[in-house]
């Protein structure tokens, strides 16, 4: 039992191992490699190649250049492309030779024929002939002519040629035409085991592939055939020179005949193709025997021919996603450079608020410290008891004047100061100087403000501009109106500011123009002027004077 287990085991192996045999290719037919436009590509059976868009030349290698020649023919196919096989470079002939008196060869004038006949099946009995009508003329000292039937052509031409009805004429100008030689004349045409028809003469480095071969039926006939087998030799038939037909120079010699064909060649190396179009096909290597009939050996590769980049489907996706990627990036560096310059902005802006904020410490704490001390000393100096009244009087003025100097460096320290920087400490410092003004002069003041958020930032130089038309305002209607009452109001809705200073004094003729340089009015409108502002001045004659200031805080 155990010898049989194992003698079936055996048997399953060499099955398998001839089976995977039979499934793989031989050596000639297996592809050794793939060039396109010049360059190598590398070869994979199971996956195939791709010769990339738009190949101008690929070439296919198959086979040992080193290995012998087989005596089958090799074809090629690039299946999707060629409407049949392809065959190397082959060709067999039938040739008139031309001979002198002297028996030496004057010239020979072929018609060739190569890879199949019209309507060639791989049967001699069921192939077609193909009519042949050719005309040549005779050379100059042409005495006798040949008719030599060859495979003759490239060396490893093999295959099937076949001749019948095979007729020469003579034409003569001044006479009937002249047969010179036909065949099959009846004569020694008996079977293929004949040695030689009557006179004709097997030739060639292999005779024996010189054939008498029977073709068609219904009825059937005889013909001289080549079945050349050997991809290293040639076989001929050609009719004996010793009864060649006579002949004259410029004799027009007419020759009919009926053939059919088949041949390939053995030694078929490589494939080449121009200018491939985009597609997917599949190349193919096989073997093809005497008659071109598939052995079954063949070797398969698929072929893709991508098209070009810009018809590749995901060509225009990618582009679209490249651009979208590099619109994003840009706008992230381009947001990214907008954020650092607006951080270093603000450093800078921070830098400077702390310098200024140094600067209004600085004023505030020592020079205006010192200038308080003037004050003080200028007031107890002049409380002296004996002190001249000149002296006193000259320490009253500089008391006065320190005062001053106090009040406008508290002016500038509020200016300089960026905590201030905003427009609710725009409105109080507003109101501060005005109620001051009118306190000094002693008119009643009211003060109308909407209410001011602390989040609109006002730049320095805005409120030192906006402080001072107000105060200048303020100041006119005190010192000229002659007012019993002046009234401040400020309003703000996003992005105006308006101020309005109103009195119900005496008022001005706008006939006479509006107050010159004297009254400062030309100097206030230019200070709102340069932040981007503007003023308009309403007045009449015992009815008051309006001052109405209007500044966009976004510019």
């Excluded at 508290?410 to 960026?418: D, L």
Aim: hydrophobic share 40%; aromatic share 6%; net charge negative.
């Amino acid at each position: 039992m155990k010898r049989f287990v194992i003698a079936c085991f055996a048997g399953w192996l060499a099955c398998i191992n001839h089976q995977a045999q039979a499934q793989s290719p031989p050596d000639d037919l297996l592809i050794t490699g793939v060039t396109v436009d010049g360059k190598s590509v590398a070869v994979n059976r199971n996956h195939g190649l791709n010769l990339g868009p738009n190949p101008t030349d690929a070439a296919f290698h198959f086979g040992s250049a080193n290995a012998p020649l087989p005596d089958l023919r090799i074809r090629y196919k690039l299946d999707g492309h060629d409407a049949s096989w392809r065959d190397g470079n082959c060709y067999m002939f039938l040739a008139v030779r031309f001979y002198n008196e002297a028996g030496d060869e004057l010239s020979q004038k072929e018609f060739r024929v190569s890879n199949e006949s019209v309507g060639w099946n791989g049967s001699l009995l069921n192939s077609p002939l193909i009519h042949r009508h050719e005309i040549v003329t005779a050379p100059p000292h042409a005495s006798r002519l040949m008719i030599v039937i060859s495979s003759g052509g490239p060396p490893a031409t093999i295959g099937v040629y076949v001749v019948a009805n095979l007729s020469v004429t003579r034409m003569c100008s001044n006479a009937a035409p002249v047969v010179l030689m036909e065949f099959p004349s009846g004569r020694g045409l008996t079977d293929e085991t004949n040695a030689n028809p009557t006179d004709w003469v097997r030739d060639g480095n292999v005779r024996s592939m010189a054939k008498i071969v029977t073709v068609g039926h219904s009825p059937s006939q005889n013909a001289l055939a080549i079945l050349d087998n050997n991809p290293t030799s040639h076989a001929e038939w050609h009719n004996a020179l010793s009864s060649a037909p006579l002949v004259a120079p410029e004799n027009q010699i007419v020759l009919e005949w009926n053939e059919m064909f088949s041949m390939g060649v053995a030694d078929l190396r490589s494939a080449g193709y121009q200018r491939l179009p985009e597609g997917h096909f599949s190349f193919r290597v096989a073997e093809f025997d005497l008659f071109g009939k598939p052995t079954g050996a063949e070797c398969v590769v698929p072929v893709v021919v991508p098209p070009p980049l810009l018809r590749e489907p995901w060509f225009w996706p990618a582009c679209v996603l490249v651009l979208t990627a590099a619109g994003f990036g840009n706008w992230r560096y381009l947001a990214w450079r907008k954020v650092r310059r607006e951080i270093l902005r603000l450093q800078g802006q921070q830098a400077l608020e702390k310098e200024r904020l140094r600067i209004a410490q600085d004023i505030h704490d020592d020079l205006g410290a010192r200038i308080t001390e003037i004050s003080i000393a200028s007031s107890l100096a002049k409380k002296q008891p004996g002190l001249p009244d000149a002296t006193g009087a000259d320490f009253e003025r500089i008391s006065g004047m320190s005062r001053e100097l106090v009040a406008a460096l508290y002016e500038t320290v509020w200016a300089v100061n960026p905590e201030n920087d905003n427009l609710d400490s725009l409105g109080t410092y507003l109101c501060q100087i005005t109620n001051h003004l009118c306190k000094q002069a002693q008119v009643p003041c009211r003060l109308e403000l909407d209410e001011l958020p602390r989040n609109v930032p006002v730049s320095s130089q805005v409120r030192h501009n906006i402080a001072m038309a107000v105060k200048e305002a303020a100041h006119n209607a005190v010192k000229h109106a002659h007012a019993s009452e002046i009234t401040l109001r400020m309003t703000f809705e996003k992005p105006l500011l308006k101020i309005c200073i109103d009195d119900n004094g005496v008022g001005f003729q706008p006939a006479d123009g509006e107050p010159g340089a004297g009254n400062g009015l030309d100097n206030l409108k230019r200070r709102l002027a340069n932040i981007g502002g503007h003023c308009r001045i309403e007045s009449r004659i015992r009815q008051g004077t309006s001052v109405q200031m209007q500044v966009d805080l976004c510019l």
